[in-house]
């Protein structure tokens, strides 16, 4: 057996335009798999768009319509579900005491772990019809860990990861394997920025990861190499949860 996916398989790929998602979509191109790239920003999206072995939609993964018709792309366009990536994620820092917290958590809510629910539900029909697939979550080592001020975003990645153990369970007799990665500090949009040369020194290997390094692990667990793991959680963070952060 391949250790990697086949080349006429056809993967869904959520968060796809940018940072680990984007990378998610350069590595399964190279090996000949043909994606189905979902983004809330269209702009991004279209230049994905222009790739041979692409198709985009833009759309909200908190939405039960994008998440359907995004399976239903893959379906109509390539014959098949074999895999998805539910990548998409939101977050930030939040005042407890803002007025506007309530809001901006359920925000968080919905596209971390709405958005994630959503996908399974949708995806499971298509990946049955092939005879089984792989699911995998993009979760953070903050669903792990608490960070100062990201509460929303810590309890929504925690509450994913049990979300995905539970949907292995759920699936595993229809051969469907769901796992998540949880990656740690990675050189994106969201994760990359000014500070990051002075926090880098509190990650044992001393620096952000790079997107590829994510999408690795993510291609891993797709792939029939991971043909035993479900249920699990990949923790790709440069040893950051493995640390007490008491480095020199
Ligand atoms: P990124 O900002 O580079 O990419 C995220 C992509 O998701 C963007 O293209 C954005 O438009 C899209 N997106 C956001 N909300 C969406 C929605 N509602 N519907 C559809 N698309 C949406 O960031 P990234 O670091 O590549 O993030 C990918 C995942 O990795 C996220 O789930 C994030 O929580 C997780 N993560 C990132 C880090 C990090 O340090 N970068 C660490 C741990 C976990």
Same mark, same amino acid.
Request: no cysteine.
């Given at each position: 057996?391949?250790?990697?996916?086949?080349?006429?398989?056809?993967?869904?790929?959520?968060?796809?335009?940018?940072?680990?998602?984007?990378?998610?979509?350069?590595?399964?191109?190279?090996?000949?798999?043909?994606?189905?790239?979902?983004?809330?920003?269209?702009?991004?999206?279209?230049?994905?768009?222009?790739?041979?072995?692409?198709?985009?939609?833009?759309?909200?993964?908190?939405?039960?319509?994008?998440?359907?018709?995004?399976? =239903?792309?893959?379906?109509?366009?390539?014959?098949?579900?074999?895999?998805?990536?539910?990548?998409?994620?939101?977050?930030?820092?939040?005042?407890? =005491?803002?007025?506007?917290?309530?809001?901006?958590? =359920?925000?968080?809510?919905?596209?971390?772990?709405?958005?994630?629910?959503?996908?399974?539900?949708?995806?499971?029909?298509?990946?049955?019809?092939?005879?089984?697939?792989?699911?995998?979550?993009?979760?953070?080592?903050?669903?792990?860990?608490?960070?100062?001020?990201?509460?929303?975003?810590?309890?929504?990645?925690?509450?994913?990861?049990?979300?995905?153990?539970?949907?292995?369970?759920?699936? +595993?007799?229809?051969?469907?394997?769901?796992?998540?990665?949880?990656?740690?500090?990675?050189?994106?949009?969201?994760?990359?920025?000014?500070?990051?040369?002075?926090?880098?020194?509190?990650?044992?290997?001393?620096?952000?990861?790079?997107?590829?390094?994510?999408? =690795?692990?993510?291609?891993?667990?797709?792939?029939?190499? +991971?043909?035993?793991?479900?249920?699990?959680?990949?923790?790709?963070?440069?040893?950051?949860?493995?640390?007490?952060?008491?480095?020199?």
């Amino acid at each position: 057996m391949s250790q990697d996916l086949t080349a006429d398989a056809a993967v869904l790929v959520t968060g796809a335009a940018s940072g680990i998602g984007r990378a998610t979509v350069e590595l399964l191109l190279a090996q000949g798999v043909r994606v189905v790239a979902v983004d809330l920003d269209g702009g991004a999206l279209a230049e994905l768009g222009g790739l041979a072995g692409v198709v985009t939609l833009a759309g909200d993964v908190a939405e039960e319509g994008t998440n359907r018709a995004a399976v =239903e792309l893959a379906v109509e366009t390539y014959g098949r579900l074999d895999g998805v990536v539910l990548n998409a994620g939101t977050g930030g820092t939040l005042p407890w =005491e803002d007025p506007r917290a309530v809001a901006a958590a =359920e925000r968080i809510f919905a596209v971390n772990l709405r958005g994630p629910m959503l996908g399974i539900r949708a995806a499971v029909p298509a990946l049955r019809q092939a005879g089984g697939g792989a699911i995998v979550v993009t979760a953070s080592v903050a669903g792990l860990r608490a960070d100062p001020g990201t509460w929303a975003y810590n309890a929504s990645k925690s509450a994913v990861l049990n979300l995905v153990r539970a949907a292995a369970l759920d699936y +595993a007799a229809a051969g469907i394997r769901v796992n998540a990665v949880a990656p740690g500090l990675t050189r994106t949009r969201m994760g990359g920025g000014p500070g990051e040369r002075r926090t880098a020194r509190r990650v044992p290997l001393r620096r952000y990861a790079e997107p590829r390094e994510q999408a =690795e692990a993510i291609r891993f667990l797709l792939s029939p190499a +991971a043909s035993y793991v479900t249920g699990a959680t990949l923790v790709v963070d440069g040893g950051l949860d493995a640390s007490l952060g008491l480095l020199p």
